[in-house]
């Protein structure tokens, strides 16, 4: 009986122990946290302020990217509206070359006269006589001209078969509707002759 | 009344001076041209993009120009590698002369040939040399009216500063 009692005490005391412990631990670690708290707490302040900024940054930089493309927009916009009102539709008329080969003439210069007045004189590069070998096609001038007959005179000087000196002219005469024209100053090679073909078209 | 004429003078000569060292085509963008070259090839401006471009107008009549072109050209020699071009614009009426000239200096920087005074006009060019320098961007940074001994120290500066940027 006294045995039973003692060990029952001792369960007893043994449990008692154990709470405590249990309850020593539990708070020792609530200090813990609690000394834990400040640290922690501007750790996660200076991630939010962190994260903030950058949310910040994106934002700017996104505003920045936006604003760019409303200017390239605006100036796309005031380039066409410029070309509008100083090349209205109806009276415009634009002049391009193209080169089919190119293997009887090498181009220096193109000089163009529309109703005797010369409008362009344009120097070739290397660079450029290749972009035009390549299938390149040079605007070479717009104007506006009135509805009615022009005459249009192309002069193309540059080295012709055998690397001497070539200057050949072409003429056309064309008429002038109401709307747009735009015409084709081709430069091709006529192989049965081995000399070049100075051809003016009109795109209708 | 002496002191006070002297006083005007020196100040009609700075002012000319801070008008020949600045020009109205600076900061803005080069204007663009093509002209035929002394190799008989056409040279335009805006196929020189993203180098550092000087363009000197010269003449076979002026002096200055005689003595600044070998100094352009030990320049030209020098920086060619790293991204400078030197384009010689001569403006005189006969090419054949302005052959000669570059002949006899031996200078290797192409030579151009406006005859018709329609690029001088474009760099608005009122004095003998002219020397313009533009960035990589096509912008005009310097322009230098006429030539005195010690300018090739202003342009050694100026090109190394533009091929930095």
Redesign the interface.
Do not use: G, I, Q, S
């Given at each position: 009986m006294w045995r039973v009692t003692v060990t029952r005490h001792l369960l007893h005391s043994l449990a008692i122990c154990m709470t405590l412990l249990f309850v020593g631990t539990t708070i020792a670690q609530e200090s813990v946290s609690a000394d834990q708290d400040p640290t922690t707490a501007a750790a996660l302040e200076a991630d939010a302020a962190a994260a903030a900024s950058r949310d910040k940054f994106r934002s700017l930089d996104q505003d920045v990217q936006a604003l760019k493309k409303e200017v390239l927009d605006l100036n796309r916009d005031l380039f066409l509206l410029e070309e509008e009102l100083l090349f209205p539709a109806n009276s415009q008329v634009a002049f391009f070359i193209s080169m089919d080969v190119g293997e009887y003439f090498a181009l220096d210069s193109i000089n163009l006269k529309i109703d005797g007045k010369e409008v362009a004189n344009y120097l070739y590069t290397e660079r450029e006589v290749d972009a035009l070998m390549r299938g390149g096609v040079h605007r070479l001038h717009m104007a506006n001209l009135k509805t009615g007959d022009h005459e249009l005179i192309a002069v193309f000087t540059g080295k012709g078969p055998n690397a001497r000196d070539y200057r050949r002219g072409a003429t056309l005469t064309f008429d002038k509707g109401i709307g747009a024209k735009y015409m084709e100053l081709e430069i091709t090679d006529r192989v049965k002759k081995q000399q070049p073909e100075f051809v003016i078209k009109d795109w209708e | 009344m002496r002191i006070k004429n002297v006083l005007l003078g020196i100040v009609c000569c700075v002012i000319s001076a801070a008008s020949l060292a600045s020009s109205g085509l600076t900061g803005q963008a080069a204007p663009d041209f093509?002209?035929?070259s002394s190799s008989g090839?056409?040279?335009?401006l805006s196929?020189y993009r993203g180098d550092v471009v000087m363009v000197n107008f010269w003449a076979t009549w002026c002096g200055p120009c005689r003595q600044e072109m070998p100094l352009l050209d030990e320049l030209y020699s020098r920086y060619q590698r790293v991204g400078f071009s030197l384009l010689g614009v001569n403006i005189d009426d006969d090419s054949s002369k302005a052959m000669d000239m570059v002949d006899e200096l031996g200078v290797s920087f192409p030579v151009l040939f406006d005859a018709h005074k329609e690029v001088s006009k474009l760099y608005e060019v009122g004095a003998m040399p002219v020397t313009v320098l533009i960035d990589r961007e096509g912008t005009v940074r310097y322009v230098h009216h006429g030539y005195k001994p010690g300018y090739e120290d202003k342009y050694l500066e100026q090109i190394r500063s533009l091929l930095r940027e």
């Open positions: - | 093509a002209l035929k090839e056409n040279l335009r196929e």
